[in-house]
């Protein structure tokens, strides 16, 4: 409302009181601002959201929430194949763990491919 109507945040209520914007006026908009940018980490909701959510005219509790799985098969498949390379190199992953050797797992990248599909090329 400041922003739209040019009165100072600190001042929107107070008819009889000047326009003129100080510092904590600004930073009031700049932190109103972020927090109205700013994404949950978790859930990339805004985070203002969780603080005052407007439909529900308070803070959001968990039980506003219901939560839901899905399984990928994309995932799956690559988590299959993830235990069958660390059985493969068990013995090299036991030496990292010990100490004594490079780490097997560096530089391996795991994606999954259906039939028909490829998989990425570098580009040349």
Request: with cysteine; net charge negative; charged share 25%.
């Amino acid at each position: 409302m400041a922003l739209e109507s040019g009165r100072s945040p600190v001042r929107l209520l107070d008819a009889g009181s000047p326009d003129s914007w100080s510092e904590i006026d600004l930073e009031v908009l700049s932190q109103w601002k972020h927090l109205k940018e700013a994404k949950c980490p978790g859930c990339g909701r805004p985070m203002a959201q969780h603080l005052h959510n407007s439909r529900l005219g308070r803070e959001e509790t968990v039980e506003d929430y219901t939560a839901w799985s899905m399984e990928c098969p994309a995932q799956q498949a690559i988590a299959g194949g993830q235990d069958m390379w660390n059985i493969a190199n068990k013995s090299d992953l036991e030496a990292h763990d010990k100490g004594k050797g490079p780490d097997p797992r560096m530089g391996i990248f795991w994606l999954s491919q259906r039939e028909g599909e490829s998989l990425p090329q570098p580009e040349q």
